[in-house]
Structures are given as structure tokens and as C-alpha cells.
Nanobody, 126 residues
Framework: QVQLVESGGGLVQAGGSLRLSCAASGRAFSNYGMGWFRQAPGKEREFVAAISWSGGSTYYADSVKGRFTISRDNAKNLGYLQMNSLKPEDTAVYYC???????????????????WGQGTQVTVSL
């Protein structure tokens, strides 16, 4: 079993940067692919980024390509989402998730994930 807790959210000015962390419990974190999703008020939860169990492969939503970087440190049971050049439209609750191994291009749907964190709020101001 895996339990996930996000942190690092907060208020940041447009154009700024923020790094989200996802702390995982247990010894099996490295056996799971990991993803980040976000949900803005009144909108459906959307895919942001995914990373393979080994960290060797990543995949991003078009809306964040070139700005966000997903990474993981399995030795520390941590996942990360580095967010640069933030825009007001990035404002959302961000969730990390872990699931069984799939190719990262297949990890764009919530159904691929077994475990979810509670989310952390990211607000990008003007």
C-alpha cells in the first residue's frame, strides 16, 4: 500500500516558480508510476504529468510542456513537480497519484492510478 501527501503549494506571482513535493509511505513507492493532476474550481480534474516507476520516462500535458518538470527520488520516497513560468490559469488544487506500471503515455487518465494524495492548493496571482 502507498499513502501520499502533497506539500509545497501556496501563492506565487505569475512568472514565478514553485516546487510541489509528494511524500510516499511504505517500501513499494519505486514499484509505481507516479502522476500529477490538477483541478481548478468548477472544472474537471485534468492530467498534468506522469513519470515511470524508474524515473526514466516522463510525459506532460501540452499545457505545461516546457514549463513543468516531474521527477522522483525513490530512495527518499519523494515525487516532485517543478513548476516554472507559472500562469494564472495554472491555479488549481494539485494532486499526486501512484499506480501500477504503465507506459507514461498511458498514464493520462485517473483510472490508471490506485493511490491519491489529498491535494495542495496552488494559486498564481497577477
Amino acid at each position: 500500500q502507498v499513502q501520499l501527501v502533497e506539500s509545497g503549494g501556496g501563492l506565487v506571482q505569475a512568472g514565478g516558480s514553485l516546487r510541489l513535493s509528494c511524500a510516499a509511505s511504505g517500501r513499494a513507492f519505486s514499484n509505481y508510476g507516479m502522476g500529477w493532476f490538477r483541478q481548478a474550481p468548477g472544472k474537471e480534474r485534468e492530467f498534468v504529468a506522469a513519470i515511470s516507476w524508474s524515473g526514466g520516462s516522463t510525459y506532460y500535458a501540452d499545457s505545461v510542456k516546457g514549463r513543468f518538470t516531474i521527477s522522483r527520488d525513490n530512495a527518499k520516497n519523494l515525487g516532485y513537480l517543478q513548476m516554472n513560468s507559472l500562469k494564472p490559469e495554472d491555479t488549481a488544487v494539485y494532486y499526486c497519484a501512484a499506480g501500477s506500471r504503465y507506459a507514461v503515455v498511458l498514464m493520462t487518465t485517473q483510472k490508471k492510478y490506485d493511490y491519491w494524495g489529498q491535494g495542495t492548493q496552488v494559486t498564481v496571482s497577477l
